[in-house]
């Protein structure tokens, strides 16, 4: 089974530490879309790879212009929005799209 990976705006006792400031490493599946800390918006499902494509987007952003505090990201394929909701922990605003694919049947 693959590695379970979370990231949260809170500290998360029963996970490991992972490499990122706000990643952790659930040592089995539990479901967390059933915590109080889910449903408050505060942690999410997300694999280690794309935690950390938004922290070194982020990073060299920040090295390049300062704060993040006035810019805006445009994510145009936002589905189902863990990178977006990253982005925005990381300080960006965020405006946010994705086109549904359209539904085709074969007879």
């Not at 590695?3 to 949260?8: A, D, G, P, V």
């Not at 967390?32 to 790879?49: C, F, K, N, P, T």
């Not at 936002?78 to 405006?95: I, N, S």
Request: aromatic fraction near 10%; charge should be negative; include cysteine.
């Amino acid at each position: 089974r693959p590695t379970f990976w979370i990231r949260s705006l809170d500290p998360v006792p029963e996970a490991k530490p992972g490499p990122i400031e706000g990643s952790w490493e659930l040592e089995s599946w539990r479901p967390v879309q059933e915590s109080a800390e889910y449903r408050a918006g505060r942690l999410m499902v997300q694999d280690i790879s794309s935690q950390l494509l938004v922290r070194e987007f982020s990073q060299f952003a920040k090295q390049s212009w300062g704060s993040l505090a006035d810019k805006t990201v445009l994510d145009l394929c936002a589905a189902p929005g863990g990178k977006t909701t990253g982005l925005a922990w990381e300080g960006w605003h965020v405006l946010a799209t994705d086109r549904q694919a359209e539904t085709r049947t074969s007879q």
